[in-house]
């Protein structure tokens, strides 16, 4: 039996980005769950806001399933929907700590 190498390192770095969303989005949650427990109408819009991210992503995210924009493979599916959460989450990260989006580098 033979291992295909380039598959297995695949699956390595969608593993590494699975360990690496999960850090990122406990990150988010704290400072979530700071501002939602400071109360008052920051608290409040920060809780409504987070159900509204959350139901928005998902929808997102099954349209490009169903669209086939996530790839045909279960490592295309896996990647494109790392690739999707990890986007949301660093973005609510920029967005509660207050640091602005880095800019795009053109492509080549």
């Known amino acids: 039996m033979t291992i295909d190498c380039k598959a297995y390192g695949a699956w390595m770095k969608a593993g590494m980005d699975m360990w690496m969303l999960g850090a990122e989005a406990g990150t988010v949650m704290a400072l979530r769950m700071t501002r939602i427990a400071t109360g008052g109408s920051a608290g409040a819009a920060e809780a409504e806001l987070m159900v ?49 989006r880095k800019p795009r580098r053109p492509k080549p």
């Open 52 to 100: 509204t991210e959350k139901v928005r992503a998902a929808i997102e995210l099954q349209t490009r399933l169903m669209t086939g924009a996530l790839g045909v493979t279960p490592l295309g599916a896996t990647q494109g929907t790392l690739k999707h959460y990890r986007r949301k989450v660093a973005a609510n990260n920029r967005r509660l700590i207050g640091t602005p």
